[in-house]
């Protein structure tokens, strides 16, 4: 089999015989001074030919140069706790990378795991096959949108003058969807009761809920006595 690389592989060639001259026997890697490439799969030899006063020799090594492994596939971004599949076409291979912001899981058939998003920023995967070969792709953990709410309370029993008004913490833009149906930043005139909102930042399409409490006073009592 000789020397085992992978495609795009470079190396530096030297010899303790000076003055001699390198060749390659096919194309199967290519040689630019004193850097050889691999450059697609095949068998190479590589040689080394010096003369002299002495006469001729010459060295030879065998390399077997091994295919690229397919890029990553699947969900290269994902939201804060979303969950997703990642996948090579190339199977049996062994995955590396990942905290803090990404959780690789369990195994989906011979090339494929389940990842999840733990926090967000940005790692490197690195999936490794056999011959030492690998391919590498960056997943993005994107963060769920921020929000803060004032919540203004029923003044007086059996009135409908609660309110709610977020305050989104982030650039946005942002999506609003309440459980009422409405989709403003504020809500207006709302009776005792929860209120829940989904919000969305469309630039990464992830998705945040947050519920409210509307509440009110007691009603009035009123206690007679006479004297």
Same mark, same amino acid.
């Given at each position: 089999?000789?020397?085992?690389?992978?495609?795009?592989?470079? $190396?530096?060639? &030297?010899?303790?015989?000076?003055?001699?001259?390198?060749?390659?026997?096919?194309?199967?890697?290519?040689?630019?001074?004193?850097?050889?490439?691999?450059?697609?799969?095949?068998?190479?030899?590589?040689?080394?030919?010096?003369?002299?006063?002495?006469?001729?020799?010459?060295?030879?090594?065998? $390399?077997?140069?091994?295919?690229?492994?397919?890029?990553? /596939?699947?969900?290269?971004?994902? #939201?804060?706790?979303? /969950?997703?599949?990642?996948?090579?076409?190339?199977?049996?291979?062994?995955?590396?990378?990942?905290?803090? &912001?990404?959780?690789?899981?369990?195994?989906?058939?011979?090339?494929?795991?389940?990842?999840?998003?733990?926090?967000?920023?940005?790692?490197?995967? +690195?999936? %490794?096959?056999?011959?030492?070969?690998? /391919?590498?792709? +960056?997943?993005?953990?994107?963060?769920?949108?921020?929000? %803060?709410?004032?919540? !203004?309370?029923?003044?007086?029993?059996?009135?409908?003058?609660?309110?709610?008004?977020?305050?989104?913490?982030?650039?946005?833009?942002?999506?609003?969807?309440?459980?009422?149906?409405?989709?403003?930043?504020?809500?207006?005139?709302?009776?005792?009761?929860?209120?829940?909102?989904?919000?969305?930042?469309?630039?990464?399409? #992830?998705?945040?809920? !947050?519920?409210? !409490?509307?509440?009110?006073?007691?009603?009035?009592?009123?206690?007679?006595?006479?004297?």
């Amino acid at each position: 089999v000789g020397n085992a690389i992978c495609t795009g592989d470079q $190396f530096i060639v &030297h010899d303790a015989a000076t003055g001699g001259l390198w060749s390659l026997s096919n194309g199967s890697m290519s040689l630019s001074g004193d850097t050889i490439t691999a450059v697609y799969p095949g068998t190479d030899t590589l040689y080394y030919t010096v003369t002299n006063g002495c006469g001729t020799a010459i060295a030879m090594d065998t $390399f077997t140069v091994s295919p690229p492994v397919p890029p990553l /596939t699947g969900d290269l971004a994902l #939201c804060v706790g979303d /969950t997703g599949i990642i996948a090579d076409a190339y199977g049996g291979g062994m995955w590396y990378g990942g905290p803090p &912001h990404l959780y690789i899981g369990a195994q989906i058939g011979d090339s494929a795991r389940i990842v999840a998003g733990i926090s967000a920023g940005t790692v490197v995967i +690195t999936y %490794t096959v056999d011959m030492g070969c690998s /391919t590498t792709a +960056t997943v993005t953990v994107r963060p769920l949108p921020g929000v %803060t709410g004032l919540v !203004e309370q029923v003044s007086c029993y059996g009135q409908g003058d609660g309110s709610i008004t977020l305050t989104p913490v982030g650039a946005g833009p942002y999506r609003y969807l309440w459980s009422d149906g409405a989709a403003t930043i504020s809500v207006n005139s709302l009776q005792p009761g929860s209120y829940s909102v989904i919000i969305t930042d469309t630039s990464t399409n #992830c998705s945040a809920s !947050e519920t409210y !409490e509307i509440v009110q006073p007691d009603s009035m009592q009123l206690k007679y006595s006479t004297g």
